[in-house]
């Protein structure tokens, strides 16, 4: 997989800009909207076999968040799932 600039801007959110590692740290009182999205993200990955899921940026209506499945960071908004090559920021 190719390091685009998608790639890179996605690896960094996850590494410096995650709002935490959960929902809950993310949102005060998430919605059940967010609660159910988040558990759905959350059993694709242990199904896959990813860890370390993040939130990657979250406002009033809706968040974006990643994890690592191999060599991948899987990035889900709120309507795309994306796979980028996963690229480490020291």
Known sequence: MKATKAAIS???MYDKHSKGATLWEAYENPSRAKENAYWNIYHEMAELGGHD?????????HFSCAYVLGD???YHTHANRFEY?????Q
């Not at 090559?85 to 920021?89: G, V």
Request: glycine letters at 4%; aromatic letters at 10%.
């Open 53 to 61: 899921l993040r939130i990657t940026g979250a406002n009033c209506f």
């Open 10 to 12: 996605a690896n960094w």
């Open 72 to 74: 991948k960071l899987i």
């Open 85 to 89: 090559p996963r690229i480490i920021h």
